[in-house]
């Protein structure tokens, strides 16, 4: 099959296109978006750090659902913590995962 592009623009497209390792941490960013408990624990990280429990009231959710979540997010360090006593308190990491989460919110 014979390439109807000119050779330039062929240049340019390989060299924006996102290598193995970027698009597989791509997906796994986007993945984050895919689950409603995971948006509204963004939602509400964004505004206060918060442990399990008051997440688990604000959400409505039981603390088991809120737990596994927050493991997902803490894998891809989309959440950080700091513990006071038994008590583990969660924040966002970095603010353009509301960033991202509010750039959806804005194009729906």
């Known amino acids: ?3 109807l592009l000119d050779n330039r ?8 296109m996102p290598d193995e390792d970027k698009l597989n941490r791509l ?7 895919s689950d409603q408990t995971r948006l509204r624990i963004i939602s ?3 505004i206060s750090e918060m442990c399990v429990n ?3 009231i604000i959400l409505a959710a039981n603390q088991t659902t809120i737990s596994h979540q927050l493991k997902i997010l803490r894998t ?3 959440v950080k913590y700091r513990r006071q006593g038994k ?3 969660y924040s966002l990491a970095d603010p353009v995962y ?3 989460l509010a750039i959806g919110v804005k194009t729906l």
């Open 44 to 46: 509400a990280l964004s």
């Open 87 to 89: 008590v583990l308190f």
């Open 54 to 56: 008051d997440l688990s």
């Open 27 to 33: 997906s796994m960013l986007f993945t984050l978006f």
């Open 76 to 78: 891809v360090n989309a």
């Open 9 to 16: 623009t062929y240049s340019n497209l390989l060299s924006y």
């Open 98 to 100: 509301l960033d991202i």
């Open 1 to 3: 099959m014979q390439l």
